[in-house]
């Protein structure tokens, strides 16, 4: 059903056909619609569930070459493209390579490099991360 017509008249069907239902009929129908419905939801539910595991399986190992922070593959983009339409950023990069030996650049920083800005998190602007203490190695 794609035009306007067809789901109009798909919907005055169903009227038709649920206004000659008996009480019965009806009850039966809507703990059906009610089952249907609570089947599909814990589907979703899993299948969500199941969606997040796999993708927090590989854990936060992209590391961005602008704010050196760890990221998940969904976080991050590749920065050939980035580069290519901004070749000013490469004053902004850490030269890191990490998964696939390919530098990524994290969602935040992509959207202000793209606006010809420094992002505020990054190291050019000299926030960094302290060195792990000696006790916790």
């Known amino acids: 059903m794609s ?7 798909h919907n005055q069907n ?11 009929q009806k009850a039966k129908c809507n703990e059906k619609q009610k089952a249907y419905r ?11 569930i199941s969606k997040f595991h796999d993708m927090a ?12 922070q ?15 339409l901004n070749p000013v950023i490469h004053g902004y990069l850490e030269k890191k390579k990490t998964i696939d030996n390919v530098e990524w650049v994290c969602k935040t920083c992509h959207s202000h490099l793209v606006k ?4 505020p998190c990054a190291v050019v602007n000299g926030l960094v991360f302290p060195q792990k203490p000696s006790f916790c190695i």
Request: with cysteine; hydrophobic share 25%; net charge positive.
């Open 70 to 84: 760890l990221w998940y593959r969904q976080s991050v983009l590749n920065t050939e493209k980035l580069k290519d």
């Open 57 to 68: 399986a590989e854990g936060p190992v992209y590391i961005c070459f602008c704010c050196d």
């Open 38 to 48: 609570s089947r599909q939801k814990a589907i979703s539910i899993e299948s969500a």
């Open 116 to 119: 010809n800005k420094i992002p």
């Open 14 to 24: 169903k009227k038709n056909y649920r206004s000659k239902m008996t009480s019965d």
């Open 3 to 9: 035009s306007p017509d067809q789901k109009a008249q």
